[in-house]
């Protein structure tokens, strides 16, 4: 089975900095997706940044950029000119291409403070 | 546009009790979920649904059950709720087919068991 990795419960950035929050994962299939999560007090699920597995270039999204290491089976989130709005619970997740379920496997997700 | 909607957004209930967990989505997506959310374990798969009348379990089904005669609905309920139940319940919803994604998520229900 599935599983993926945050062993970052909580991390901190002075805003403009950069910060980067850690995601491993554990998987034999060779073809997923991979994804960054957003989660502020609203309880809200806002998609941040995806990346395909098959896909060698990381995947970027304005301020946010992934580092993909497929081999190494690792995920990282970097925040570029981290502002105040970014503070948020932010979430690893995981889906297999193809199957039955499309389900999502989360991690268990890394808590953004971003000091002015 | 609501997209997906979860009711009630807070719930109180008490040990014993039945509580129903409602979710709504306009899209006719095939795929819903239902997770729930607990400090330090993420986001847990309860039960997922690929089309009406088609549910499967998820990784922690125990005490819960799910229906869905309509698209539309997934209900959730917990037959009797206990105070391991209290959580934040995330329903979610994703077109049927290949790509990357698609998923749409409620806003989430706060239920707590006393």
């Known amino acids: 089975a599935q599983t993926v990795t945050q062993s970052q419960p909580e991390m901190s950035v002075q805003e403009a900095e950069t910060v980067t929050l850690s995601c491993t994962y554990d998987t034999s299939e060779s073809d997923y997706y991979l994804f960054w999560y957003k989660q502020p007090p609203s309880r809200q699920m806002i998609l941040v940044i995806r990346?395909?597995?098959?896909?060698?270039q990381n995947a970027t999204e304005n301020r946010f950029s992934v580092n993909f290491q497929k081999a190494a089976k690792s995920f990282s989130l970097k925040i570029s000119d981290s502002q105040l709005g970014d503070a948020a619970m932010y979430f690893c997740?995981?889906?297999?291409?193809?199957?039955?379920?499309?389900?999502?496997?989360f991690g268990t997700g890394t808590l953004l403070a971003v000091q002015p | 546009d609501a997209g997906i909607t979860q009711s009630p957004r807070y719930k109180i209930t008490e040990t014993g009790r039945q509580v129903t967990l409602m979710c709504h989505q306009t899209w006719s997506h095939s795929y819903m979920f239902w997770y729930r959310q607990d400090l330090g374990h993420g986001l847990r798969l309860i039960y997922y649904?690929?089309?009406?009348?088609?549910?499967d379990k998820g990784e922690v089904p125990d005490g819960y059950v799910v229906s869905r005669s309509k698209t539309e609905n997934f209900p959730l309920t917990l037959e009797s709720a206990t105070r391991s139940q209290t959580s934040v319940y995330f329903c979610?919803?994703?077109?049927?087919?290949?790509?990357?994604?698609?998923?749409?998520f409620g806003s989430g229900t706060r239920l707590t068991v006393v």
């Open positions: 979610a919803s994703r077109a049927t087919g290949t790509g990357w994604g698609g998923y749409t």
């Open positions: 997740a995981y889906r297999s291409e193809g199957g039955a379920t499309n389900k999502l496997i």
């Open positions: 990346q395909e597995a098959y896909k060698q």
């Open positions: 649904s690929a089309a009406a009348d088609i549910t």
